[in-house]
């Protein structure tokens, strides 16, 4: 099924191959990549290392929903959705693991039984060479790894960026299912996370504002973006039900709030409310509408949804301890 997780941010990737060049030529080839990486020469060193970790973050834990909120349309789901951005402020965020690399032969340890070793779940990469392909067909098939790739293959580091973005997207579609599983349950509304064409959209912006982390902010499928620098959006959206619910007794508002050309554009699906859940009340006073009424596009695909990117429009600035690009800049990638 074609989902946008409930968020997703940068992860690590950790690398083992004795081979000390080859180590060094991945990180060249992916130094520009949205992860960190860490590499290992020595498969032993690397297995304690993954062990040593924190076990895999329960994030229903981290967005319980201790007192249900008011709201009718929320009120069965078993987390906050208010706190699903505050994982933001979680500073070791970008120290997920999320796959593993392993060469397959290496002194000591090989590929194969150092993965069956970790004592979490990761995507799982093996290279090999020619002769080592049947012993990576039986590590697939009792699903010790997701992938091998030969190592003499000539499309090899496009082949290892696709299983790093596909590991990367299907973790956090793991992570994030009881949310999307709890919002199907309760949300009668079409939902733009379930979209073809509004994920297609919203994956062309992603590359276009630069945007390496994002989180859900409402059952619809409005989301905090956030660059690696730390400058963040609010991507606004909304169905149709809900432009039509602002439409309703608009004319009765005050010209000198709303303009008669303003009016216009909201009847037509032009403008939408950009009033993110950041902010304790769902709605702003009307007095204020005004200045949350913003020019939105339509993105048509089973459903019509309506959005509007903005930089942050809470009166409380978004404020991010720690970015992606900072993060990166003091994480030293080889563990030699």
């Not at 690696?228 to 602002?246: H, I, M, P, R, W």
């Not at 596009?297 to 903005?310: A, N, P, T, Y």
Request: charged share 25%; proline share 5%.
């Amino acid at each position: 099924m074609n989902i946008l997780p409930a968020f997703s941010f940068p992860t690590e990737i950790v690398v083992i191959d004795d081979n000390i060049s080859q180590l060094k030529s991945l990180n060249i080839n992916f130094s520009e990549s949205l992860n960190i990486f860490s590499f290992f020469d020595d498969p032993t060193k690397a297995l304690k290392y993954l062990n040593n970790n924190p076990p895999p973050r329960n994030y229903r834990d981290d967005i319980s929903n201790n007192s249900l909120p008011k709201e009718t349309d929320v009120q069965r789901i078993s987390f906050d959705l208010k706190r699903i951005h505050q994982l933001k402020n979680n500073n070791d965020r970008f120290s997920t693991i999320s796959a593993i690399i392993a060469d397959y032969r290496m002194p000591s340890l090989n590929g194969v039984d150092l993965l069956s070793s970790v004592k979490f779940n990761s995507r799982n990469l093996l290279l090999t060479a020619e002769a080592d392909e049947m012993i990576a067909v039986k590590a697939f098939n009792k699903a010790i790894i997701n992938q091998y790739i030969k190592k003499d293959a000539f499309d090899k580091i496009i082949s290892i960026g696709n299983f790093i973005e596909e590991a990367s997207r299907q973790y956090f579609i793991d992570a994030t299912k009881f949310i999307i599983d709890d919002l199907q349950a309760v949300e009668v509304r079409p939902k733009a996370y379930l979209d073809p064409v509004f994920i297609k959209y919203f994956k062309t912006l992603l590359k276009t504002k630069n945007i390496v982390e994002y989180y859900l902010l409402d059952t619809i499928g409005s989301f905090l973006l956030i660059t690696g620098n730390g400058e963040s959006y609010t991507l606004n959206v909304q169905c149709k039900d809900q432009a039509l619910f602002f439409q309703e007794n608009i004319d009765e508002i005050s010209p000198q709030i709303l303009s008669p050309e303003k009016k216009n554009k909201i009847k037509e699906y032009k403008q939408i409310l950009c009033y993110s859940s950041y902010e304790e009340e769902p709605y702003p006073q009307e007095s204020l509408w005004g200045e949350y009424f913003k020019d939105s596009i339509e993105i048509k695909g089973k459903d019509s949804f309506f959005v509007s990117l903005q930089p942050n429009l809470t009166s409380n600035p978004i404020t991010i301890s720690s970015t992606f690009h900072k993060y990166k800049n003091t994480h030293i990638p080889f563990k030699l």
